[in-house]
């Protein structure tokens, strides 16, 4: 049987791409980019600038806390569902108001389902504290509830630097109420400026 030489197919040239100079890149791009702010009113571009930056910092923190086995769900998940994700890392819960409740008053959970009522501190059934209402909303109605680390403005007459507490009558002041048996006391937060008060709630002080 004669000798047949194994003949191999040579190997093909693989054609690499040229490897490109990141400043030679970086630098045509900056001077794109310069033609094209050049054309654009800079306040303008600044404002949109900052308004996509922060949604996108919203979304981040958000989808960190979105459960792993929904993530299929996402580009099919309902508008109402992604902004109640992206806003649970800012310090704020959706309850169901059992009264009318006012931005800015402190409100304690109800014995029904998900719902939250106004907080007075002569009522020891009231030391379930959830937190300040974020917005005003009926009876019946859903509301945002603001937590601790958030700040609330809408105020008047807040002195910067001030603690705040529950009053007897539901609302905040400056003045921590001497605790008469059976009523408690609660700090609300501390004002940052007249109209802004950071939620700093603590735990109630009950008078046996």
Do not use: C
């Amino acid at each position: 049987m004669p000798f047949q030489k194994d003949l191999q197919k040579p190997e093909e040239s693989v054609r690499r791409p040229a490897i490109l100079d990141d400043t030679v890149l970086l630098s045509e791009l900056d001077n794109d980019l310069r033609e094209i702010l050049a054309e654009i009113d800079p306040t303008t571009i600044a404002d949109s600038l900052n308004a996509v930056v922060s949604q996108i910092r919203q979304i981040l923190y958000g989808l960190r806390n979105f459960p792993t086995d929904r993530w299929s769900d996402l580009p099919s998940i309902g508008l109402v569902d992604l902004i109640e994700v992206i806003e649970k890392p800012w310090g704020l819960s959706k309850w169901v108001a059992g009264d009318t409740i006012e931005k800015g008053q402190i409100v304690y959970a109800g014995p029904e389902d998900n719902t939250v009522h106004l907080a007075s501190s002569i009522d020891l059934l009231h030391t379930n504290i959830v937190g300040m209402a974020f917005e005003s909303k009926a009876d019946g109605e859903d509301i945002k509830i603001a937590h601790n680390g958030r700040t609330i403005d809408g105020f008047t007459g807040l002195v910067p630097g001030q603690h705040y507490f529950l009053q007897y009558d539901g609302t905040i002041g400056s003045v921590n109420p001497t605790p008469a048996r059976g009523t408690f006391t609660l700090r609300a937060g501390i004002a940052k400026t007249n109209s802004t008060l950071l939620i700093n709630i603590g735990e109630p002080r009950v008078r046996p």
